[in-house]
Protein backbone atom coordinates (compact mmCIF):
# COMPACT_ATOMS: atom_id res chain seq x y z
CA UNK A 1 0.00 0.00 0.00
CA UNK A 2 3.06 1.98 0.50
CA UNK A 3 4.16 1.98 -3.12
CA UNK A 4 0.44 3.14 -4.11
CA UNK A 5 0.63 6.05 -1.91
CA UNK A 6 4.26 6.93 -3.09
CA UNK A 7 2.95 6.23 -7.20
CA UNK A 8 -0.18 8.32 -6.03
CA UNK A 9 1.98 11.22 -4.77
CA UNK A 10 4.64 11.07 -7.78
CA UNK A 11 1.75 11.27 -10.47
CA UNK A 12 0.17 14.44 -8.38
CA UNK A 13 3.52 16.00 -8.29
CA UNK A 14 3.79 15.61 -12.17
CA UNK A 15 0.37 16.77 -12.55
CA UNK A 16 1.36 20.23 -10.54
CA UNK A 17 4.82 20.63 -12.29
CA UNK A 18 3.01 20.72 -15.67
CA UNK A 19 0.25 23.09 -14.37
CA UNK A 20 2.74 24.79 -13.39
CA UNK A 21 4.66 25.28 -16.49
CA UNK A 22 1.71 25.12 -18.81
CA UNK A 23 0.40 28.35 -16.83
CA UNK A 24 4.07 29.91 -16.96
CA UNK A 25 4.21 29.28 -20.51
CA UNK A 26 0.64 31.20 -21.57
CA UNK A 27 1.13 33.30 -18.74
CA UNK A 28 -1.98 32.28 -16.97
CA UNK A 29 -2.43 32.87 -13.31
CA UNK A 30 -1.90 29.08 -11.49
CA UNK A 31 -4.00 30.15 -8.35
CA UNK A 32 -1.57 27.92 -6.40
CA UNK A 33 -3.91 27.97 -3.20
CA UNK A 34 -6.90 25.89 -5.36
CA UNK A 35 -4.17 23.67 -6.99
CA UNK A 36 -2.83 22.95 -3.38
CA UNK A 37 -6.17 22.52 -1.97
CA UNK A 38 -7.20 20.00 -5.07
CA UNK A 39 -3.90 18.22 -4.89
CA UNK A 40 -4.61 17.44 -0.91
CA UNK A 41 -8.59 16.63 -1.40
CA UNK A 42 -7.55 14.48 -4.01
CA UNK A 43 -4.46 12.65 -2.19
CA UNK A 44 -7.21 12.01 0.93
CA UNK A 45 -9.37 10.78 -1.69
CA UNK A 46 -7.08 8.20 -3.09
CA UNK A 47 -5.38 7.02 0.41
CA UNK A 48 -9.08 6.35 1.62
CA UNK A 49 -9.88 4.46 -2.06
CA UNK A 50 -6.91 2.06 -0.98
CA UNK A 51 -8.22 1.05 2.36
CA UNK A 52 -10.98 -1.88 1.08
CA UNK A 53 -8.24 -3.80 -0.44
CA UNK A 54 -5.92 -3.20 1.90
CA UNK A 55 -8.24 -4.58 4.92
CA UNK A 56 -9.86 -7.03 2.91
CA UNK A 57 -9.49 -10.31 5.01
CA UNK A 58 -10.81 -12.65 1.85
CA UNK A 59 -8.29 -12.56 -0.51
CA UNK A 60 -9.64 -14.71 -3.45
CA UNK A 61 -10.14 -12.76 -6.98
CA UNK A 62 -14.19 -12.11 -6.63
CA UNK A 63 -13.62 -10.28 -2.97
CA UNK A 64 -10.71 -8.10 -4.14
CA UNK A 65 -12.48 -7.19 -7.12
CA UNK A 66 -15.43 -6.17 -4.99
CA UNK A 67 -13.29 -3.97 -2.84
CA UNK A 68 -11.06 -2.46 -5.87
CA UNK A 69 -14.39 -1.08 -7.27
CA UNK A 70 -15.80 -0.26 -3.85
CA UNK A 71 -12.26 1.52 -3.49
CA UNK A 72 -12.99 3.52 -6.94
CA UNK A 73 -16.45 4.56 -6.18
CA UNK A 74 -14.63 5.73 -2.07
CA UNK A 75 -12.26 7.79 -4.18
CA UNK A 76 -14.94 9.50 -6.08
CA UNK A 77 -17.65 9.75 -3.25
CA UNK A 78 -15.06 11.52 -0.85
CA UNK A 79 -13.36 13.98 -3.89
CA UNK A 80 -16.54 14.91 -4.90
CA UNK A 81 -18.09 15.78 -1.21
CA UNK A 82 -14.48 17.09 0.14
CA UNK A 83 -14.75 19.30 -3.17
CA UNK A 84 -18.42 20.62 -2.88
CA UNK A 85 -17.92 21.45 1.04
CA UNK A 86 -14.36 23.23 -0.42
CA UNK A 87 -16.60 25.25 -3.17
CA UNK A 88 -19.51 25.96 -0.62
CA UNK A 89 -17.18 27.00 2.44
CA UNK A 90 -14.43 28.85 1.00
CA UNK A 91 -16.32 29.93 -1.80
CA UNK A 92 -13.59 28.92 -4.43
CA UNK A 93 -14.37 29.47 -8.29
CA UNK A 94 -13.67 27.89 -11.47
CA UNK A 95 -9.68 27.70 -11.56
CA UNK A 96 -10.34 25.12 -8.04
CA UNK A 97 -12.85 23.26 -9.99
CA UNK A 98 -10.23 22.64 -12.86
CA UNK A 99 -7.68 21.80 -10.45
CA UNK A 100 -10.15 19.17 -9.05
CA UNK A 101 -10.98 17.39 -12.01
CA UNK A 102 -7.55 17.12 -13.18
CA UNK A 103 -6.11 15.65 -9.53
CA UNK A 104 -8.98 13.98 -9.05
CA UNK A 105 -8.73 11.45 -12.84
CA UNK A 106 -4.51 12.14 -12.33
CA UNK A 107 -5.06 9.90 -8.64
CA UNK A 108 -8.18 7.91 -10.09
CA UNK A 109 -4.98 5.97 -12.59
CA UNK A 110 -3.05 6.11 -9.90
CA UNK A 111 -5.26 4.10 -8.16
CA UNK A 112 -6.73 1.86 -10.93
CA UNK A 113 -2.64 1.09 -11.39
CA UNK A 114 -2.08 0.14 -7.16
CA UNK A 115 -5.62 -1.70 -7.85
CA UNK A 116 -4.87 -3.43 -10.59
CA UNK A 117 -1.62 -4.60 -9.54
CA UNK A 118 -3.61 -6.14 -6.09
CA UNK A 119 -5.65 -7.87 -8.45
CA UNK A 120 -2.72 -9.20 -10.46
CA UNK A 121 -1.01 -10.82 -7.31
CA UNK A 122 -3.66 -13.19 -6.72
CA UNK A 123 -2.75 -15.10 -9.83
CA UNK A 124 -4.45 -18.29 -10.28
CA UNK A 125 -5.23 -19.71 -7.58
CA UNK A 126 -7.17 -23.41 -6.86
CA UNK A 127 -10.70 -20.81 -7.52
CA UNK A 128 -9.73 -19.72 -10.77
CA UNK A 129 -8.58 -23.79 -11.62
CA UNK A 130 -11.78 -25.12 -10.38
CA UNK A 131 -13.42 -22.99 -12.13
CA UNK A 132 -11.85 -24.19 -15.38
CA UNK A 133 -12.09 -28.02 -14.68
Request: aromatic share 6%; charged share 10%; glycine share 8%.
Given at each position: MSKAILLILVLVTVAVAVGVGVCGALKVPM????????????VIAAALG????????????????QS?????????AV??????AALFI??????????LLVMYWITLIGLCV????????????????????
Amino acid sequence: MSKAILLILVLVTVAVAVGVGVCGALKVPMHALDASLAAGIAVIAAALGLLPIRFRADRTPVTLFQSAWLGSVLHMAVAAALGLAALFILKLSTPFVIWLLVMYWITLIGLCVALIKALRSVGSGPTQQAALA
